[in-house]
């Protein structure tokens, strides 16, 4: 099983460029995240997908838009760059509940991105 | 929605000596509360989780409290080692949204010093 599996590892943009991150899951999970990871700011989500055809916003959704392209897939996309969007990105998976509460995430390698 | 604080931010004690980091939570529906590790250039990875039907729960040099009526839980690391030295954060979930979305802590950065 190779988890979560995010591609790319790095990127840089300039302003204004749009770039897609891909990110899937081997593990049979319901639920899919979007995660970004600032300095002091810990993790905060920026989109979600609790199943399959259904996404929604979370904390920190403008400038982004996701699709669950299936199960397995989702994809965060960024359609015009700005230098405040520099960040580490995380995708994460679960799976549904134990005794009516939530169960671990398990988080990609992490994308670093640089908008310059 | 649910609002997650942690403190401290960084944290630096000597080897052997115990850590103790604190997390307080909003959402009094909130019933999951894990907390994961995070190594320099690493993914998070949950190291200890708790559910809101218990108090306490320990793995070996770790443990987690929960107190729900103050809302706050907490990392208790003993014997602190060099390999304990990274950023932890904490998380909570609501169970009834059936998302399993984590709405996560500041992040603590724990020093170990040898």
């Not at chain 2, 529906?29 to 200890?48: H, M, V």
């Not at chain 2, 809101?52 to 009526?69: F, P, Y």
């Not at chain 2, 030295?85 to 603590?108: E, H, R």
Request: charged share 20%.
């Amino acid at each position: 099983n190779a988890g979560v599996t995010q591609t790319p590892k790095f990127q840089v943009l300039k302003t204004g460029q749009s770039m897609t991150l891909q990110c899937a899951q081997d593990m049979n999970h319901n639920s899919m995240y979007w995660y970004r990871q600032d300095p002091g700011m810990g993790l905060r989500l920026i989109y979600y997908s609790a199943s399959e055809g259904t996404t929604d916003k979370g904390e920190v959704p403008n400038g982004y838009n996701v699709s669950r392209l299936n199960k397995r897939e989702f994809s965060l996309r960024l359609e015009s760059a700005a230098p405040s969007q520099t960040s580490v990105y995380f995708c994460a998976s679960s799976e549904a509940q134990i005794q009516g509460s939530n169960t671990e995430a398990f988080f990609g390698q992490g994308t670093r991105l640089t908008v310059v | 929605g649910e609002n997650v604080e942690q403190h401290p931010s960084t944290l630096s004690v000597q080897e052997g000596d115990s850590a103790v980091i604190k997390c307080t939570y909003s959402d009094s529906a909130s019933n999951y509360f894990p907390w994961y590790k995070q190594e320099l250039g690493k993914r998070p990875q949950l190291i200890i989780d708790i559910r809101s039907n218990v108090g306490e729960k320990k793995d070996q040099r770790i443990a987690v409290t929960l107190n729900k009526t103050a809302k706050h839980f907490s990392l208790h690391i003993t014997e602190t080692q060099p390999e304990d030295s990274a950023v932890y954060f904490c998380a909570a979930s609501k169970g009834s949204s059936n998302t399993g979305k984590l709405i996560f802590g500041q992040g603590t950065t724990l020093q170990v010093k040898p």
